[in-house]
Every structure is written in structure tokens, then in C-alpha cells.
């Protein structure tokens, strides 16, 4: 069993910056990527941003040049640096881990972040 406990989150203004962190703890398998989604009111969670242990990174369109995924070798915690936030930006954000190449995937409880003047 895999735990992600998350951290960061809140609420900003247009414009502004925020910090996301998740460390994994457990029986990490050892080939894995971790990341960010998020999911908003009424609407289908969405990858965010993504990087693997061995450094391949993804990012959804929508964050391309805004948010920056950071995961330190050898380390099972990932950092999410958001910058220039839109309200659109608004939803609960989900730490994930998933096995590359096999079917196991976990998911933080999920924190809030809000966008709004």
C-alpha cells in the first residue's frame, strides 16, 4: 500500500502563485511516476502535470508555461510550482502515483486551490 500525504493549496488572487507538495510513503513500486491532477465543479479530472523517476515530465495544455513540476532523483515527493493563476485554475488538486507499466495507481486525499479576487 502506497500513502501520498499533500500539502499547499489555498487561495489566491489572479495573477498570483501557489505551491503544491506530496511525499509517498509505503510500498512504492520501483518504476513509478508521480504528478498532479485536478478536478473542478461539474467537470472530469485532468492531468495537471506528471514526471517519472527516471525524469520524463508531461504537462496538460492548459498549465503549459504557467506550472512547473519539480521530483528530485531518487526521492518520492514531487513538488508543483503554479505561477501565473487563472480562476479557471480553481479545483481540488490530486497527488497520484502510479506504477509505470503495471496498474496500480494512488491518489492523495486531494487539496482545495482557488483562483479569485
Known amino acids: 500500500q502506497v500513502q501520498l500525504d499533500e500539502s499547499g493549496g489555498g487561495l489566491v488572487q489572479p495573477g498570483g502563485s501557489l505551491s503544491l507538495s506530496c511525499s509517498a510513503s509505503g510500498s512504492i513500486p520501483g518504476f513509478n511516476g508521480m504528478g498532479w491532477y485536478r478536478q473542478a465543479p461539474g467537470k472530469e479530472r485532468e492531468m495537471v502535470a506528471t514526471?517519472?523517476?527516471?525524469?520524463?515530465?508531461n504537462y496538460g495544455d492548459s498549465v503549459k508555461g504557467r506550472f512547473t513540476i519539480v521530483r528530485e532523483s531518487g526521492w518520492n515527493t514531487v513538488y508543483l510550482q503554479m505561477d501565473s493563476l487563472k480562476p479557471e485554475d480553481t479545483a481540488v488538486y490530486y497527488c497520484t502515483l502510479y506504477a509505470l507499466g503495471g496498474a496500480d495507481t494512488y491518489w492523495g486525499q486531494g487539496t482545495q486551490v482557488t483562483v479569485s479576487a
Open positions: 514526471k517519472t523517476n527516471g525524469g520524463w515530465t
